[in-house]
């Protein structure tokens, strides 16, 4: 029964356009991460992908194994029309449920859609989503934010804490490139799975 209000909560946001997290474009720091990738071939995940901006620009660039998953019915069946004749993968799924083996997860606002409650739940997630030296690339919000979540804010310290039992923590740095409007609250992550 949660799962179903979270699918309708989130169904509405996107039927109602109440979509302000949606930048319109790729994230400039993940582009610029993506730009630097040289092996198309590896295998992409991007949990709660919304409009899928990110996956379309891993499409441009070559990338052939993406697969992107929502809890969002709308916004599943408008990017299976969206992208339909391409290779991505797109699935209607809770991320919690979902089973795979990903060499690459991009995080990208859905992390700060999910409940504080369930952060520790996350991280066990994208670990058994990984591939043994697997990386989770992304951003998550270093800032508090004023009025009640989503989006939930957090801290580099919080954030460190959390992954560091189940990932090697190779950047976990404020990102340089956010847009304007997130400039100085966006960390730029790199995590690397463990053994």
Not at 140 to 164: C, M, N, Q, V
């Amino acid at each position: 029964m949660e799962n179903e209000l979270i699918a309708d909560y989130w169904d509405d946001r996107y039927k109602k356009q109440q979509t302000g997290w949606d930048l319109g474009i790729s994230s400039p720091p993940l582009t610029a991460y993506f730009d630097q990738l040289v092996d198309k071939n590896i295998s992409i995940l991007i949990p709660g992908c919304g409009n899928a901006h990110e996956a379309a620009y891993l499409l441009k660039k070559g990338f052939q194994n993406i697969t992107i998953i929502d809890i969002s019915s709308t916004v599943v069946e408008k990017l299976k029309k969206q992208f339909a004749g391409t290779p991505l993968k797109i699935e209607l799924v809770d991320f919690f449920a979902y089973a795979g083996q990903f060499d690459l997860i991009i995080e990208q606002t859905f992390f700060c859609a999910i409940r504080p409650t369930q952060r520790n739940a996350y991280v066990n997630k994208i670990a058994e989503l990984l591939k043994f030296g697997g990386k989770l690339v992304g951003l998550l919000f270093d800032t508090i934010f004023e009025k009640p979540g989503p989006p939930f804010g957090g801290s580099t310290s919080e954030y460190r804490a959390l992954f560091e039992g189940k990932f090697i923590i190779s950047v976990l740095d404020l990102a340089y490139n956010s847009i304007k409007p997130r400039q100085n609250t966006e960390v730029f992550i790199n995590f690397r799975k463990k053994i």
